[in-house]
């Protein structure tokens, strides 16, 4: 009981420090690569290529005033940042980095390369991830603004219209895995990874997951140049940067997920698992951040035909495609 | 260890059930109600029921508490925010006291009088741990109750053909 308390509590606090770090490093990777893509060379002042950046910045929020609009609901106000970025960590539970391991030699029992492995796991995230679309709701109507309100009202719609098409697009993976199970799940893409029978179905989930993280081109909830900056608008200092670090975690957990569940998870040759595991997120982190950098921003009306009347039908189409194959191959 | 954790959280969760009734704003209202969701989440989660426990935050305390909380943030019922005070009605009162009367009476008979059988059911919890809690549910939703199943999928798709109906209605 006592060992295995302290190997999970050392589990969650590195998992929570490195992703906490990554989240920084995140910022200063997307302004470099953006700054790249825009043939502009990005931060570069604080320390050897601006790599002192996003702990700079870390303390310039830390030291900004803290401020609560007039009219505000004070208690909802302080509780939706931290409502948004618990969901968005908590989430990372589940998430198999490697298969097992013993620390070089170090260990005598082999150590699980995973927080906890659940029998529900897809869905333990997806109902986390359901509820962070509270701390953006909540933000956007307490903050007592209409530029947050508009926001926060546009971004549940779309987180919530999304969510539909993501969950379908899923089902084709779990059908060929036959488990919930994240581990199970990465087990099953021994010979061949799951975007191979499931290329509509990484499609899908691919532009659900950028919709559900709030990323360009769906990045509706927060477009400056209609809702000055939408949901947290009126937030700033620490609670300011909460949110933020919610939406560069959430789009490690959706790149981690999307690794998992149609790339092989930790899987490849010749470089160990995590290696491959972190090569296969900054992948899609990469993505995340090259789509950001290039394509405009979608108006209203088409994002939600195109959740409702494009992603939807396909995710059935995939459904449907998924298990007439698979009857054809037993 | 499990009492302990079934006593927390029945506890919070009658309190912000009492929270939901009570609380003067719509808002903080909808907010009580998702911890009592949440609180009835874990508690599938005690009995072993991982399935249920993340489909009921999923499709409750996520999903449909969020659909609650767009619509009054969307009605603005801020003018509904006022010192509470008793219903005037004499009929209200007496319909309201009486019906919670026989609720109560109905918790009173089904604790006293059901018991839980003394022998394990046909699913006991090593049965559930070993074939898997969501292929066992799943494989009885289609098997034994795809009747029942099937019936209320139907139900909930005429209700989506109303809601249409009725918001195409306003717009002709």
Known sequence: MLAFLVTALVKIVVVFGCLMLAVAYMTWVERKVVGDIQVRLGPNRVGPFGLLQPIADGIKLLCKEDLVPRGADRVIFLLAPALSLTPALISFAVIPFGDTTTL??????????????????????????????????LAGWSSNSKYALLGGLRSSAQMISYELSM?????????????????????AQGRVWFIVPQILGF???????????????????????????????EYSSMKFAMFFMAEYANMITASALATTLFLGGWRGPWLPPVVWFLLKVFA???????LRATLPRFRYDQLMAFGWKRLLPLALLNLALTGALMVWWS | MEVVLFAVLAFVAILAA????????????????????????????????????????????GAVMVLFLFVIMLLDLRREERPWHLPEGRLQVGLGVLLALALLAELAVVAVAVRAPASAGAF????????????????????????????????LLVAIVGAIVMAKKRFE
């Not at chain 2, 919890?125 to 009747?147: F, H, K, S």
């Open chain 1, 284 to 290: 899609f982190l990469y993505v995340f951040i090259w």
């Open chain 1, 104 to 137: 070089f030699g170090l260990l005598s029992t082999p150590l699980d390369m995973r927080i906890t492995d659940i029998n529900v796991g897809v869905l333990y995230i997806f109902a986390v991830s359901s509820l962070g679309v509270y701390g953006i709701v």
């Open chain 1, 167 to 187: 969950g379908l697009s899923i089902i084709g993976v779990v059908m060929w895995a036959g488990s919930l199970s994240l581990v199970d799940i990465v087990r």
């Open chain 2, 124 to 155: 006991p919890p090593a049965v559930v741990a070993a074939r898997g809690n969501a292929q066992l549910l799943g494989r009885l939703l289609y098997t034994e109750y795809v009747l029942p199943f099937e019936l209320t999928s139907v139900i």
């Open chain 1, 203 to 233: 499609c899908i989930f691919f532009c659900c997951a950028l919709a559900e993280t709030n990323r360009a081109p769906f990045d509706l909830p927060e477009a400056e140049t209609e809702l000055v900056a939408g949901f947290h608008v």
């Open chain 2, 18 to 61: 009492l929270l939901v009734v009570a609380h003067r704003h719509p808002v903080y209202s909808a907010l009580s109600l998702v911890v009592t969701m949440l609180c009835i989440a874990f508690l599938f989660l005690l009995l072993r029921s991982e399935f249920l426990w993340v489909i009921q935050i999923t499709v409750y305390a």
